[in-house]
């Protein structure tokens, strides 16, 4: 017999279950990177020889996130998030008591499709859950965890592996989970606004194995070689499965990824926006460790504490941006955050072997300071056109552009510092200072590109919805 759930603001309920889901995929992402030389230990294995652990969960997610739409339409937001947390959950529990490689990779895969589904349904509720302007003012407390998980991942996962071991990188998360599945049982409501047809089966299966094919491409073309035939297969076969989607995708009337949603003017422009941005600013943050550790050769907690002034710069620019956006609007937000961010980069590629520790850290906060600007007005802005019945496949797709943003940063990061020091320095172990230099610079202009997008952007409705004037408040449905 299904648990009933009590009575509480679900203004309350949703943010909870959005901030700890969040939180949880980004902590489990970060944190197995830095268990891999322990895990290594473990099973006898070098760390070059457990990429799996690490490539697999995100070419998962890749796989999973197309049918997240039709499945929280199909089953409702509070039954999917259920079981999905459900799942994580006990994956993470069976990672940890993984007794070898293959087993560990299976698990890990089956964290990533939970969290595939995770984060665009869990998206979708919150933007079912609340109106337009009142998204402008939850959004300062919903970015919390997606700055601070970055930077307390590695230092937790560190402090558990050196004081217990690496299984309890994965054991963390079951007590969180099981928590987050009873309070969700207690007080979740069911929301199901729209009743979707039969599975879009073509166009699901094109598009997961043509996301998952591009994730694998990105995600391992720095290891394995951009020329390798397996990185050749994901690169080119995912996009070739792509365009076959997109082709698919727009002649059916129920289609699993609802790509002509990009149709929508703003819908479109936020999303490049945000891809560009996405991509200079994660480029940054994947550069900023290296640049630390091998260009100044400082240490792991050095750099990862250096790191963090990033989140600092966001948390603070966010509590300015959130009352300005009905005012202002999202095209000058986005813009001049934007600029913002080119110039910092700009700033990074002065920096040589004597520059001083707290000069980057200052840049870092800067960077945050102005990225904070981007972060809200384009995710918030993509849904003013948005029609209820396809909220859920907005969050899909914004939940796509923004993993392939992510994705393909430490790509375009990797390709400048590789091709750089192979005309300077050959077979040096590590990339020259040179090096770093010349990729903030391609992040620089990557910045200025999306700055580009976001000033042209139209958002006189944005500013509208926003103000509260056209746009009445969301209410979830029971079913």
């Given amino acids: ?4 759930p009590l009575r ?7 943010p909870v279950v959005c901030v700890v889901t969040a939180f949880m995929s980004i902590v489990d992402g970060a944190g197995t990177t830095v268990a891999l030389p322990s895990i290594g230990r473990d099973f006898g294995l070098a760390t070059s020889g457990l990429d799996a652990v690490v490539v697999v969960y995100p070419v998962c997610v890749g796989l999973a996130v197309p049918l997240s739409a ?3 339409d199909r089953f409702g937001g ?3 998030i259920l079981v999905s947390f459900a799942v994580f959950t006990a994956a993470s529990g069976l990672c940890g008591f993984a007794g070898s490689l293959g087993e560990l990779v299976v698990w890990r895969a089956l964290q990533g499709l939970a969290a595939g589904i995770l984060l665009p349904v869990s998206g979708a509720l919150l933007y079912r859950t609340f109106s337009l302007s009142e998204q402008v003012k939850v959004s300062r407390y919903m970015i919390i965890p997606q700055q601070v998980a970055p930077a307390l991942a590695p ?5 558990l592996v050196d004081h217990m071991n690496w299984r309890w990188v994965f054991y963390a998360n079951v007590p969180i989970g099981i928590a987050v599945l009873v309070f969700g049982l207690l007080f979740l409501q069911q929301h199901r606004d729209h009743v979707p047809g039969r599975l879009d089966v073509p166009g699901l299966v094109l598009t997961a194995f043509g996301t998952a094919g591009l994730m694998f491409g990105v995600s391992e073309g720095a290891e394995m070689g951009w020329g390798s035939l397996p990185v050749l297969a994901g690169l080119v076969g995912g996009a070739v499965l792509l365009a076959a989607a997109v082709a698919v995708e727009l002649r059916v009337p129920e289609p699993a990824l609802r790509v002509r949603l990009f149709t929508d003017r703003l819908f479109r422009d936020t999303n490049i926006t945000a891809f560009l941005g996405f991509l200079a600013f994660m480029g ?10 091998q260009g100044l050769g400082l240490s792991a907690w050095e750099s990862g504490s250096s790191t963090f002034a990033e989140a600092l710069g966001v948390l603070l620019t966010m509590q300015v941006v959130s009352p300005l956006y009905a005012r202002i609007g999202p095209r000058r937000l986005a813009g001049f955050g934007l600029v913002g961010v080119a110039l910092v980069l700009v700033a990074f590629s ?4 004597d520059s001083s520790l707290w000069t980057f850290r200052g840049l870092m906060f800067l960077l945050g300071a102005a990225m904070g600007g981007v972060f809200m007005p384009t995710t918030v802005a993509s849904f003013t056109g948005i029609a209820q019945a396809d909220v859920s496949h907005a969050a899909t797709l914004n939940t796509v552009v923004r993993q392939a943003s992510g994705a393909a ?12 020091a192979a005309v300077g320095t050959g077979a040096d172990a590590h990339p020259p200072v040179s090096a770093f230099q010349d990729a903030y610079l391609v992040l620089a202009v990557v910045a200025a590109l999306a700055a580009v997008f976001a000033f042209t952007m139209p958002d006189r409705a944005a500013r509208i919805a926003a103000s509260g004037r056209t746009s009445a408040r969301r209410e979830p449905v029971d079913a």
């Fill in 409 to 420: 940063a430490p790509a375009v990061a990797i390709a400048v510092l590789a091709s750089v």
């Fill in 155 to 159: 230092m937790g996962a560190g402090w």
């Fill in 8 to 14: 509480l603001d679900q203004r309350i309920v949703v």
């Fill in 284 to 293: 940054a943050m994947f550069l900023g460790p290296l640049f630390l550790q």
């Fill in 1 to 4: 017999m299904p648990v009933r």
């Fill in 350 to 353: 002065r920096l040589d072997a």
């Fill in 70 to 72: 039709w499945l929280g």
């Fill in 78 to 80: 509070r039954r999917t």
